[in-house]
Every structure is written in structure tokens, then in C-alpha cells.
């Protein structure tokens, strides 16, 4: 459990699976019928269902790198998605006291499922007019045993851009614990042959140094490294640790934009840099320069060094990785406890740890990272 | 410091040790810590015995190191204060209890140079804790207003 935001009981209905199935399949009556997409998200197939043709378009965008050509037949996990614009009945969700901030979470967990909803904002014009990123209340659910997901919002229209650039962050979550891997608040570059977390609080430069590999080096050809995440990714826990891309999203303050020009004909959202932060749905744009995943060679701490010119490496403590990569992760995801903490040393402990110093050089940071990756590789 | 047994305060309280730091995480502030030095073994002695008392989590550390143990239980006493004040440890429902028999025989090994316990805390994250799950969200837990409309 966490205390990290206000959590409450919630009323019985909130966590029990009938009504949430009942109002998804109201929906899908009242509806001309279902659109299904099949992903592989960290070596298991998860189709994505939703009586809602754009809502669907907007939560898989994040996941097209990974989108399968064929339905499979029997997907791992199948997460329902719709919203209350469909006339159907909402599902169950918390009892509130008109109190709680927007951001308020509730969290349910019991034998058949966990349960999170993100109070948001019912869509008041009042409110909308001066808030206008306010997000919508969002529930996401996964049962135990990881065969079916939903994840229902009063308003598709108003899913915050966040949240259409790294969707279903709870749900998968849930999901990569139950089946041994974990998601980290982490950055991942590199090759087929092994790559590199990046590791750090926001601000700390993870964005920089992953889109960074998307830039045209000084002889033209472009860094070797491949692009797998700029925020969330999955790692397996079990054996040789390994990285698994989430999403193709990356996320960059506005005034970072400046500093990685060739990102500016990619936006996606160039007409609201002036309420949101810079998107960038690289697959998009890029598509051989972003990778399903890799084997983890290396834990990187970017750090933006003034006064430097080049990149340059060090090598770092378990430790200072430890409180670059866990508490971040912890507070962001909401519902993490000692488990995840016994994970996470263990993957440090397995996998070397290194300071990247960020200098003004910006076409140095992936060759410092790549030639890193090569002599842990022996190449 | 009152005279109750001392438990580490969990659920909020989570922790891992690695490389020679304890990392503690307070869930409910959004701080985190890092604990080195003979804090490691103060951390190690209220873990594995909930409800020790002050004084006897003192002595228990004092006898690990090849230090004045009046300096080092004095040391030991301050830091579980710290402890207390960052809401690390409470006090435990069962009132005072009993060492953990390898708290006590940790004290038989042999002694260490004494290097005092020291709290390193970090506060850079509390935003995350008090206006999460809305990351983009200024000082009122609310997302950006139009600049405009902010300034009519």
C-alpha cells in the first residue's frame, strides 16, 4: 500500500468485477461494435478492445511500435477500454466527499483485483475554461491473474496528453509484477546487443540523452543506439535482466526543445507547448530507431554539468543508483511496497552504475553512451 | 525521547539496504533518506527488534564499536530521535520489547572503528507525493492555467 495521496475506502461496488464488466458491455451494445489491436508488450501479446473507434486510436498511439500485423490468438492480457460518452452506465467508483483535489488517487486492492481511480475533473465549463488540461476521472483495473484489464474515463476527449503519451501506466504496472518484471521511471537506449537504463528524477537529463540518439551525428550516419523509452520501461526481474519498451513516446520540457532542433519537425502537440511539455511519438518519425528491447548492460545517472563540453562517464555507486532510479519510481506509480524495493536492489546489484556528465556538447552524449555499451560488451 | 519501544513505521516506511546505505522511503511526506555509519546498525537493531527502547538499542550499537560507549549511545540517541522526528520510527503498540537474540550477539563480534550515524534527507521528490498522480501541476495541485485566463 501507499499513503502516498489520499486513499480511502471505497464502496463495495468500486472493487468487485460484475458492474465493471456490466457497464463495459452496456457500452459495447449501445455501440456499432468493437475495435480490437494486438500488441507484444514484454514478450506477451496484449489486445487493446474499446466500443470507442478514437479513444482506442488515441490510448494505442504510445504502443504502434509494437502493434502486431495479425490478431493472435490468445492474447496474455485483454484490457477494455470505453468512457460515459457511450450513454452506458459508469462503473462503480469511490465515494468522494467533493473535497478531494483533482489529482486525488484511490486505491482497492482485494482477492479479485486491484483498482485505481484518479479523481479528476467531471468536465465542469467553469472550470475547464481556466484549467484547460484538467484530467478526466480515470479508473484503471486489472484482475489478479492478469487475463483482462479496463480502463474506463468520463470524457475520451479529455485524456490528458500525459497520459495519451505513456497510456495504461497503472495497469501495466500490475501486470509486469505479476508476471516477475518490473516498471521503472527510466529512460532506455541501445543496441540488439545489450543497452542502458538512464536513470533519474525529471529535469535530470533522461529525456535529453535518450532523444538525443535520434540525431544526426557529425559524419552523418547517426548514433548506433536505438530508442526504447524515454520515461517507463519494463524490466524483466527473473535471470539475465532484460529491457522491454512500453512506449515510443518521449516527453521533453519546452525549453529543452531548443537544444534538439531535428525534434521539431516530430511534435505532436507544437500548438500547446505553451501548456504542456514537448511530445514526440518517435516510431512516428523514426521507425528504424526504436527497439523492442535488450539485454541490460548498464544503470546510467544523467547529470547536467555546467561548464563541460563533451559527455563523459564515471563510474557511480549502487546506491547513488538506487536513489537516482527507486524513489522516483515509488512515488509515481503510488502503490509500491517493500517488494519493489527487494527487485530493484537486486537488478543493481547485478548491473553496473555510471554518472553520465552532460556538457554542451549534445552530439557527444550517444557516443559516450555507445562507446560505454561496447567496452561492457568487450567489443 | 520518551521511554517507549520504537518499531520502524510501516506501512509508510519502506527500505532497502544497498552498498553500504539504507535507503529509506517515507511514503506519506514523499522524502526519502539515505542512513550510513553506525546508522546502518540502529536501522539493523530497530528492524529486527520492534519495540526496543532507546536506551537498550543504544547499548546494543555502543558494543559494536571500539568507541567510549557513553559517546556512542549518546550518538545512537540523538540520531533515533532524528529517526522519530522524520516520522522513521514510532512508537511501538506493544509498548517495550525484548532485543532480537542477534541484536544482542552482534555486540559479541569484534568491534568497529566508530563512525557516527548520519541522515542524509531528500526532499526533491515531495511534489510527486502531494500533487500526484497529475504530474504537470503547479503549487495548487491544479494543471497549468492559460496564461491569459490566470492573469485576467
Known amino acids: 500500500m501507499t499513503a502516498a495521496s489520499p486513499v480511502v475506502s471505497a464502496e463495495p461496488g468500486f472493487g468487485r468485477l460484475e458492474p465493471l464488466a456490466a457497464s463495459f458491455d452496456d457500452a459495447v451494445r449501445a455501440a456499432t461494435g468493437v475495435e480490437e489491436r ?5 514478450g506477451a501479446v496484449v489486445r487493446l478492445r474499446s466500443p470507442n473507434a478514437a479513444m482506442l486510436g488515441r490510448l494505442c498511439r504510445a504502443f504502434a ?6 490478431p493472435a490468438p490468445q492474447p496474455a492480457l485483454v484490457v477494455n477500454l470505453w468512457d460515459a460518452a457511450s450513454g452506458a452506465a459508469p462503473p462503480p467508483l469511490p465515494h468522494t466527499t467533493g473535497e478531494e483535489p483533482p489529482g486525488a488517487f484511490f486505491y482497492c486492492s482485494n482477492d479479485e483485483l486491484r483498482a485505481a481511480f484518479r479523481l479528476g475533473t467531471s468536465g465542469d465549463p467553469r472550470l475547464l475554461a481556466i484549467y484547460p488540461d484538467a484530467p478526466t476521472p480515470a479508473l484503471s483495473v486489472l484482475e489478479h491473474g492478469s487475463r483482462q484489464g479496463w480502463y474506463w474515463v468520463a470524457d475520451a476527449g479529455r485524456i490528458p496528453y500525459w497520459e495519451q503519451s505513456t497510456p495504461l501506466l497503472y495497469l501495466l504496472d500490475w501486470w509486469l509484477r505479476e508476471r516477475d518484471m518490473q516498471l521503472l521511471h527510466a529512460a532506455a537506449v541501445g543496441t540488439p546487443a545489450g543497452g542502458a537504463l538512464l536513470v533519474g528524477k525529471g529535469g535530470s537529463g533522461k529525456s535529453t540523452v535518450a532523444l538525443s540518439v535520434l540525431g544526426a551525428t557529425a559524419d552523418g550516419a547517426g548514433s548506433e543506439l536505438l530508442y526504447a523509452s524515454d520515461d517507463y520501461v519494463g524490466v524483466s526481474a527473473a535471470g539475465a535482466p ?6 515510443s513516446s518521449g516527453k521533453l520540457m519546452q525549453d529543452h526543445v531548443g537544444r534538439l532542433p531535428f525534434l521539431g519537425k516530430a511534435l505532436a502537440n507544437a500548438d500547446r507547448l505553451a501548456f504542456e511539455k514537448a511530445v514526440v511519438y518517435v516510431h512516428e518519425h ?3 530507431k526504436v527497439t523492442a528491447g535488450f539485454p541490460l548492460r548498464a544503470i546510467v545517472l544523467p547529470r547536467v554539468t555546467p561548464g563541460l563540453g563533451t559527455a563523459r562517464v564515471h563510474r557511480a555507486s ?4 538506487f536513489r537516482a532510479l527507486v524513489p522516483s519510481t515509488v512515488f509515481q506509480m503510488h502503490t509500491r511496497g517493500q517488494d519493489s524495493l527487494v527487485r530493484a536492489r537486486r537488478l543493481l546489484e547485478q548491473v553496473p552504475s555510471y554518472r553520465l556528465e552532460l556538457g554542451s556538447d549534445l552530439e557527444s552524449i550517444p557516443h559516450a553512451v555507445a562507446d560505454l555499451l561496447a567496452t561492457l560488451e568487450g567489443r | 525521547m520518551g521511554k517507549g519501544g520504537l518499531r520502524v513505521n510501516t506501512p509508510h516506511v519502506i527500505h532497502e539496504t544497498i552498498d553500504g546505505e539504507v535507503i529509506v522511503i517515507n511514503l506519506a511526506s514523499g522524502n526519502y533518506y539515505s542512513m550510513r555509519g553506525a ?6 537493531v ?4 520492534p519495540g526496543a527502547d532507546p536506551t537498550a538499542i543504544a547499548a546494543t550499537v555502543a558494543r559494536r564499536f571500539d568507541a567510549p560507549s557513553d559517546v556512542v549511545e549518546r550518538e545512537v540517541t540523538a540520531f533515533l530521535e532524528e529517526l522519530r522526528r522524520e516520522e522513521l520510527v514510532a512508537p511501538a503498540e506493544d509498548g517495550v520489547g525484548p532485543l532480537a537474540a542477534d541484536g ?4 559479541e563480534g569484534a568491534a568497529r572503528a566508530f563512525e557516527p550515524p548520519s541522515l542524509e534527507k531528500y526532499t526533491d521528490l515531495q511534489d510527486l507525493v502531494l500533487l500526484d498522480p497529475v504530474h504537470e501541476v503547479d503549487a495548487t495541485g491544479w494543471p497549468h492555467r492559460k496564461p491569459d485566463v490566470a492573469q485576467a
Open chain 1, 242 to 247: 532484460e529491457v522491454h519498451s512500453l512506449y
Open chain 1, 318 to 321: 549502487a546506491a547513488e543508483a
Open chain 2, 39 to 44: 546508522g546502518l546498525d540502529v536501522w539493523e
Open chain 2, 46 to 49: 530497530v528492524q529486527s527488534s
Open chain 1, 38 to 42: 494486438d500488441f507484444r508488450l514484454a
Open chain 1, 286 to 288: 523514426w521507425p528504424a
Open chain 1, 65 to 70: 511500435h509494437l502493434a502486431l500485423a495479425e
Open chain 2, 104 to 107: 544482542e550477539a552482534a555486540g
